[in-house]
């Protein structure tokens, strides 16, 4: 155990005291932030300049209500209307086709950001288009459809004989409250964005640790292939207490990096009053995040060893970390049933246990057997990988040349 200790102390010093570590110590958190905040920044940022907005309207009744409308719900900061509606073609009988081309032509020159199309049968299909250069901003279709779906409301109540106003006080605005029920039958207050968030931030820290830790793992054994360093690291300690070594040296500096988010996100959370995950469902998440750790380390070690340039590295992690990805897809789909067959058989896989049962527990917390069975499971695959990945190593970290085959690298593993 002194040598393993030795070359794991000697592995997490030179780590930490990295700039690479440092600088990805206070960015990874920054980007994560960012990726989940910036968008929701920039989305709800509103105009600073009045935006000329130009209708068609085919049936020649909604154009007047429209331009008052737009022009009185949506302002801009300093109170002047955020759209200025330009009524280019309106009134019964048009020429569609001319009046569509004229004002594509407009579109085109940037003399309006865009036009809503009203067709003479949008009282019957209530179907109408917005067309403008830019189609992401999707708050002004959805204002528009919208400001439309109450002008042609009002008109066809009127057609019914039935008074507008009644029917604006019938359609009652209403929001759905969550609550979720645990097995138990106790209630709990989740929505949709506490649980999302709460799974992808596990996934998405997991994923950014064992992509850095596992590249590091495996650059490490490849520079110290190409510099015969290892020749010598082996004449002092076995093969096995070397990669025993690494693995503890770069485990302790994914804790540290752990240690320091959890701060970090802790620290936000007092701050602003945030309760994204319950004490029990953290524990298990870093139970699983750990297990989860250990199995990739031993794949990364199992997958490094082998290999004797950086380009070689970049390829097999690449291959690795689209496993890692896997989840992240299936995180919406999981949320909407996770009862869902197919996502209990993936639990059952090594390699997506950690990350499945990352995205289960949020959502509804799994049986106390599929939690036991899956952690023996882990533990299990651990030992398994970790002997592998011995074999492998002690065999594979003095090998040069040319790169042995799959076949030749089940044979090592076959070899106790």
Not at 46 to 56: R, S
Not at 294 to 314: D, N
Not at 322 to 331: C, G, N, Q, R
Not at 360 to 383: D, F, G, K, N
């Amino acid at each position: 155990m002194k040598k393993v200790i030795a070359v794991a102390r000697w592995e997490y010093l030179e780590k930490v005291r990295s700039k690479a570590f440092l600088i990805g110590l206070f960015l990874t958190p920054m980007l994560m932030v960012g990726m989940a905040i910036l968008p929701g920044l920039f989305v709800a940022q509103e105009d600073h300049d009045a935006k000329a907005i130009g209708i068609v309207d085919a049936t020649g009744a909604v154009a007047e209500a429209f331009a008052r409308t737009m022009g009185q719900k949506y302002l801009l900061a300093n109170g002047k209307p955020n759209y200025v509606i330009v009524p280019l073609a309106v009134g019964k009988g048009l020429n569609l086709e001319q009046e569509i081309l004229k004002a594509n032509g407009l579109v085109a020159s940037k003399q309006i950001e865009g036009y809503c199309l009203i067709p003479p049968t949008a009282l019957k299909d209530t179907v109408i288009e917005y067309r403008s250069s830019v189609v992401g901003d999707f708050r002004v279709p959805l204002r528009i459809q919208e400001t439309v779906k109450g002008i042609l409301t009002e008109m066809r109540s009127g057609i019914m004989g039935v008074d507008p106003a009644l029917v604006h006080r019938i359609n009652v605005p209403l929001d759905v409250h969550t609550v979720k029920i645990s097995k138990e039958g106790e209630e709990e207050d989740s929505g949709f964005e506490k649980v999302f968030f709460s799974s992808y931030i596990f996934l998405m820290m997991l994923f950014f640790l064992i992509v850095t830790s596992g590249q590091l793992l495996v650059r490490s054994v490849i520079e110290e292939k190409s510099n015969r360093i290892v020749e010598v690291l082996v004449s002092s300690c076995s093969p096995t207490e070397l990669m025993a070594g690494k693995v503890l040296g770069l485990s302790a500096l994914g804790l540290t990096q752990m240690a320091f988010w959890g701060v970090i996100g802790l620290a936000v959370s007092a701050q602003f009053g945030l309760n994204l995950i319950d004490a029990g469902q953290a524990l298990l998440l870093l139970v699983y995040f750990i297990l989860g750790y250990l199995f990739y380390s031993a794949v990364f070690i199992a997958a490094g060893s082998p290999l004797t340039t950086e380009q070689e590295a970049q390829q097999v992690t690449s291959y690795l970390v689209m496993v890692l990805i896997l989840p992240i897809v299936l995180a919406l789909p999981a949320m909407k049933n996770p009862d869902a067959t197919w996502l209990k058989v993936l639990t059952y896989i090594p390699p997506l246990t950690p990350t499945m049962m990352a995205l289960r527990i949020p959502i509804q917390m799994p049986a106390a057997w599929e939690i036991l069975t899956t952690v023996l499971l882990m533990i299990v695959s651990i030992y398994l990988a970790m002997v592998a990945a011995g074999r492998i190593f002690r065999i594979a970290i003095l090998s040069t040349g040319k790169t042995p085959k799959i076949k030749e690298i089940l044979r090592w593993v076959r070899t106790s």
